[in-house]
């Protein structure tokens, strides 16, 4: 049982570039959900989706897009990165909304911008 | 805004000690709040969830209680053992598909 994984595991890109983070479910969960978390900051909520074909914006989405075509996959694309969006990135899955259900965690994708 | 505060940052004990987290929320109108527990260059794991209308949990060794009308909530680990050493972190939910998370305590346990 795999749960929530996330690839790649680490990054290096250059300003400007652009890149997509994975995420995929094994666990038929209707939510899932992208975080940041920063040195000294809790977890700040990026955009979520509630099933396939919909999604909304979070708590800091600004420079970040997402779409949700199946249920399994919820992958996060930056546009044009910026040494601001250095940080670690985790997404979350789980039956129901986001604090019904337990969420269960991928190992994260450690992102760095130069 | 939410604001959730985890206090003290680090906490260090010796194994066997009986030891308790602190979680502090500025809004108590949640639906639910949440205790995860963080290992080194690994994602969440959920330990407990308690609902707004309840008092508190219990999984193992674990006990979270949640005092809602005073924005508190507080992990108690029981006979800790050197594997208890991650960080711990807490999260309300509003009601909202969000979640705000505290930024943790990092607790060793040492043998």
């Known amino acids: 049982n795999a749960g929530v994984t996330q690839t790649p595991k680490f990054q290096v890109l250059k300003t400007g570039q652009s890149m997509t983070l994975q995420c995929a479910q094994d666990?038929?969960?209707?939510?899932m959900s992208w975080y940041r978390q920063d040195p000294g900051m809790g977890l700040r909520l990026i955009h979520y989706?509630?099933?396939?074909?919909?999604?909304d914006q979070g708590e800091v989405p600004n420079g970040y897009n997402v779409s949700r075509s199946t249920t399994e996959d919820f992958p996060l694309r930056l546009l044009s990165a910026a040494p601001s969006q250095t940080s670690v990135y985790f997404c979350?899955?789980?039956?129901?909304?986001?604090?019904?259900?337990?969420?269960?965690f991928g190992d994260g994708t450690r992102l760095s911008i130069l | 805004k939410q604001e959730v505060t985890q206090i003290p940052a680090a906490l260090s004990v010796p194994e066997g000690e009986n030891l308790v987290l602190n979680c502090s929320f500025t809004d108590s109108a949640i639906y639910n709040l949440q205790w995860f527990r963080q290992d080194p260059g690994k994602g969440l794991t959920s330990l407990l969830l308690i609902q707004s209308s309840q008092r508190e949990q219990t999984s193992g060794r674990l006990n979270a209680s949640l005092d809602k009308s005073s924005g508190r909530s507080t992990l108690y680990i029981a006979a800790s053992q050197p594997g208890d050493s991650a960080t711990y972190l807490c999260?309300?939910?509003?009601?909202?598909?969000?979640?705000?998370f505290g930024t943790g305590t990092r607790l060793t346990v040492i043998p």
């Open positions: 979350a899955s789980s039956y129901g909304g986001a604090g019904n259900q337990p969420q269960h």
């Open positions: 666990m038929n969960h209707e939510y």
């Open positions: 999260a309300v939910n509003p009601g909202a598909n969000n979640l705000f």
């Open positions: 989706s509630v099933g396939a074909g919909i999604t």
